[in-house]
């Protein structure tokens, strides 16, 4: 049943992608991702694209990573977003805590002075895990809710994968205390977000970066599925009755 929302999904995705000029692209190279944003988002991401997806930290290969793209007609990247699995997770606090899920290299010193875990982590938070991050639109594409789409799409594709048993990631403070619906990723405030959340101090920076965690299983994404493709169909039908 999955298997066929997720092939729905991905069909109403690509009428909307078509409606804004736009294609989708499915890659696997993470030098290529590394470089693109370079050039096209060095403004958005000050300090370098997130470590979290760097091949030169991490064992970036086809079977436990992908990232997504949306180019236009002439081959202009204007949305991303990358993902990847952890096996057999034993302690989901442990990973964040040391700040290892930034990157497989042991030999690189934790990139922050201060972390401090003061959140309640959901119990049975273990076993296959994915994540996702580089979240990036470019700036004249923006508010047209392309980055969920490609987020909700890789949190499903991972699933269909890999069959994952949580989906995690982190969102700031800010974004939560500024008003910002952390909805905007598919997240229920109420259900899949830790408001005590991670401080972490990253190396040479003045401020505390305070995060929250979220959250979500296998059952919560396949229905997340059926939402989406039900929101995007009834969009679509909208505008052509218009």
Same mark, same amino acid.
């Given at each position: 049943?999955?298997?066929?929302d997720?092939?729905?999904?991905?069909?109403v995705?690509?009428?909307?992608?078509f409606?804004n000029?736009l294609t989708?692209?499915?890659?696997?190279?993470?030098?290529?991702?590394?470089?693109?944003?370079?050039?096209?988002?060095?403004?958005?991401?000050?300090? $370098?694209?997130?470590?979290?997806f760097s091949p030169?930290?991490?064992?970036?290969?086809?079977?436990?990573?992908?990232?997504?793209?949306?180019?236009?007609?002439?081959?202009q990247?204007?949305?991303?977003?990358a993902?990847k699995?952890?096996?057999?997770?034993?302690?989901?606090e442990e990973l964040w805590?040391?700040?290892?899920?930034?990157y497989?290299?042991?030999?690189?010193?934790?990139p922050?002075d201060? +972390?401090?875990?003061?959140?309640?982590?959901?119990p049975?938070?273990?076993?296959? +895990?994915?994540?996702?991050?580089?979240g990036?639109?470019?700036?004249?594409y923006?508010?047209?809710?392309?980055?969920r789409?490609?987020?909700?799409?890789?949190?499903a594709?991972?699933?269909?994968r890999?069959?994952i048993?949580?989906?995690?990631?982190?969102t700031?403070?800010?974004?939560i205390?500024? $008003?910002?619906?952390?909805?905007?990723?598919?997240?229920?405030?109420?259900?899949?977000v830790?408001?005590?959340? +991670?401080y972490?101090?990253?190396?040479?920076?003045?401020?505390?970066l305070?995060?929250?965690?979220?959250?979500?299983?296998?059952?919560? +994404?396949?229905?997340?599925v059926?939402?989406?493709?039900?929101?995007l169909?009834?969009?679509?039908?909208q505008?052509?009755?218009?």
């Amino acid at each position: 049943m999955f298997k066929q929302d997720l092939e729905d999904y991905k069909d109403v995705l690509a009428r909307k992608f078509f409606a804004n000029g736009l294609t989708l692209t499915v890659n696997d190279d993470f030098e290529l991702m590394d470089g693109l944003l370079m050039e096209h988002a060095a403004e958005d991401f000050p300090g $370098g694209p997130s470590p979290l997806f760097s091949p030169e930290f991490n064992c970036m290969t086809p079977d436990r990573s992908f990232w997504l793209g949306l180019e236009t007609e002439d081959g202009q990247l204007v949305t991303t977003v990358a993902a990847k699995k952890f096996d057999f997770v034993e302690n989901v606090e442990e990973l964040w805590s040391s700040l290892r899920i930034l990157y497989d290299d042991d030999s690189k010193p934790t990139p922050a002075d201060q +972390i401090i875990i003061d959140t309640r982590f959901p119990p049975g938070l273990e076993g296959t +895990i994915s994540t996702t991050g580089r979240g990036w639109t470019r700036s004249d594409y923006r508010r047209r809710g392309l980055v969920r789409d490609l987020v909700v799409l890789a949190r499903a594709e991972c699933l269909g994968r890999w069959l994952i048993d949580w989906h995690i990631g982190t969102t700031t403070a800010g974004h939560i205390e500024g $008003g910002r619906e952390v909805s905007c990723f598919a997240y229920d405030p109420k259900k899949n977000v830790d408001r005590l959340g +991670i401080y972490l101090k990253s190396v040479g920076a003045e401020k505390t970066l305070h995060l929250h965690m979220l959250w979500m299983g296998p059952d919560e +994404i396949a229905a997340l599925v059926k939402t989406e493709v039900s929101r995007l169909n009834e969009e679509f039908g909208q505008v052509a009755a218009e």
